[in-house]
T-cell receptor, first 110, second 119 residues
Framework: AQSVAQPEDQVNVAEGNPLTVKCTYSVSGNPYLFWYVQYPNRGLQFLLK??????LVKGSYGFEAEFNKSQTSFHLKKPSALVSDSALYFC????????FGAGTRLTVKP | EAQVTQNPRYLITVTGKKLTVTCSQNMNHEYMSWYRQDPGLGLRQIYYSMNVEVTDKGDVPEGYKVSRKEKRNFPLILESPSPNQTSLYFCASSFGPRTSGGAAYYEQYFGPGTRLTVT
């Protein structure tokens, strides 16, 4: 069965610095990987996905993610963090259904 | 506007009193799903539906029922709610698999959430 792990409960970065939110996955076949963001009192919003092709995937709000097959990772990145990026981020893998990680709370401080 | 709607958004109820949380989508999606979100546990799938009249259990189906009589609606039913079902619930929808191998690479669209408290 597929699964994802987000090893960090919390990530703190200063505004303007690069950010990374980590995700590792386990699947038996081809991985279909997703990142979602949840702002306070809101539902989840889709950020980006990896299906096939380039290992670097670009998504909404300036985010990107790097697929690394050898390390079974799909880390979310942004070159320059904004205070408004502070939110809860979820990595997910999908086969017949979707499995989410436990989430990582990103706090960007001014 | 393409969206997933849930009602109610907030609900406080008592143990044993049957309740239904409605979910509706206007994107003609085949796949719909219910999740509950609890601190430290992320989102756990309760039930999902691949299409009309096709439903299946997710990771935490105990105490819940669903039905899919129409493509757009996927209500979540708690026949006898208990305090351990206090949680934040999300409905989601997406296009379904397009191949017999079950390749499902479409992103899901989420509703705004329903915060349920059972006392």
């Amino acid at each position: 069965a597929q699964s994802v792990a987000q090893p960090e409960d919390q990530v703190n970065v200063a505004e303007g610095n690069p950010l990374t939110v980590k995700c590792t996955y386990s699947v038996s076949g081809n991985p279909y990987l997703f990142w979602y963001v949840q702002y306070p009192n809101r539902g989840l919003q889709f950020l980006l996905k990896y299906i096939t092709g380039d290992n670097l995937v670009k998504g909404s709000y300036g985010f990107e993610a790097e697929f690394n097959k050898s390390q079974t990772s799909f880390h979310l990145k942004k070159p320059s963090a904004l205070v408004s990026d502070s939110a809860l981020y979820f990595c997910a893998v999908r086969d017949s259904d979707m499995r989410f990680g436990a989430g990582t709370r990103l706090t960007v401080k001014p | 506007e393409a969206q997933v709607t849930q009602n109610p958004r907030y609900l406080i109820t008592v143990t044993g009193k049957k309740l239904t949380v409605t979910c509706s989508q206007n994107m003609n999606h085949e796949y719909m799903s219910w999740y509950r979100q609890d601190p430290g546990l992320g989102l756990r799938q309760i039930y999902y539906s691949m299409n009309v009249e096709v439903t299946d259990k997710g990771d935490v189906p105990e105490g819940y029922k669903v039905s899919r009589k129409e493509k757009r609606n996927f209500p979540l039913i708690l026949e006898s709610p208990s305090p351990n079902q206090t949680s934040l619930y999300f409905c989601a929808s997406s296009f379904g698999p397009r191949t017999s191998g079950g390749a499902a690479y479409y992103e899901q669209y989420f509703g705004p959430g329903t915060r349920l408290t059972v006392t």
